[in-house]
């Protein structure tokens, strides 16, 4: 079945270190979507791409950077990690127009 | 700006009843109101949605209802049971339909 992968699923790291957090689909859709999840705070989005050319700011981009290597592919940086940036990290994924959006399985990133 | 508000945080209801969560949004461009159900560990699925042209529907069990006028919408479930326990998030789009901004989430918890 075509899907959405995370890798890693789950990574300790310490603060300062840079970290990259990987997300590759097989949906063929055009549009990535980087979100963190927080315990009362919801899904916030941090960037999102309508193609490889085209990527955007979402809600909380400081201290976040992003690579869109090709249609299938979409990478989430922390260059210095901080442990606010301790969370749930979800990748997604649709097409264009009113559509639904596919989710990975999370990456959960703890930063001590 | 763009934002979407959720309401309540936590929602708990007895077995059979009905759960109503609210949300609104702050752009009267957006037309694409989707809501989805996220499980214990697992990550968020779309469970219904609805687009700008229509005022409610129904699959089953849940409904939403949108009032364009008023700029918010509600998921409505009924008869519950304990499966349904579990984390919803409402979400609206902005810039085009390319960006998808979520609530904060309403935890359910259905009690038998």
């Known amino acids: 079945d075509a899907d959405v992968t995370q890798t890693p699923r789950n990574r300790i790291t310490k603060t300062g270190k840079r970290i990259m957090l990987e997300c590759s689909q097989t949906?063929?859709?055009?549009?990535m979507y980087w979100y963190r999840q927080d315990p009362g705070l919801g899904l916030r989005l941090i960037y999102y791409s309508f193609d490889v050319k085209d990527i955007n700011k979402g809600e909380i981009s400081d201290g976040y950077s992003v690579s869109r290597q090709a249609q299938a592919k979409f990478s989430l940086s922390l260059e210095s990690a901080i442990p606010n940036q301790t969370a749930l990290y979800f990748c997604?994924?649709?097409?264009?127009?009113?559509?639904?959006?596919?989710f990975g399985q999370g990456t959960r990133l703890t930063v001590v | 700006g763009e934002n979407v508000e959720q309401h309540p945080s936590t929602l708990s209801v007895q077995e059979g009843d009905s759960a109503v969560i609210k949300c609104t949004y702050s752009d009267s461009a957006s037309n694409y109101f989707p809501w989805y159900k996220q499980e214990l560990g697992k990550r968020p699925q779309l469970i219904i949605d609805i687009r700008s042209n229509v005022g409610e529907k129904k699959d089953q069990r849940i409904a939403v209802t949108l009032n364009k006028t008023a700029k918010h919408f509600s998921l409505h479930i009924t008869e519950t049971q304990p499966e349904d326990s579990a984390v919803y998030f409402c979400?609206?789009?902005?810039?085009?339909?390319?960006?998808?901004?979520f609530g904060q989430g309403t935890e359910l918890s259905v009690k038998p």
């Open positions: 949906k063929g859709h055009d549009r």
């Open positions: 997604a994924t649709r097409t264009a127009g009113n559509t639904e959006a596919f």
């Open positions: 979400a609206a789009t902005y810039n085009q339909g390319g960006k998808l901004i």
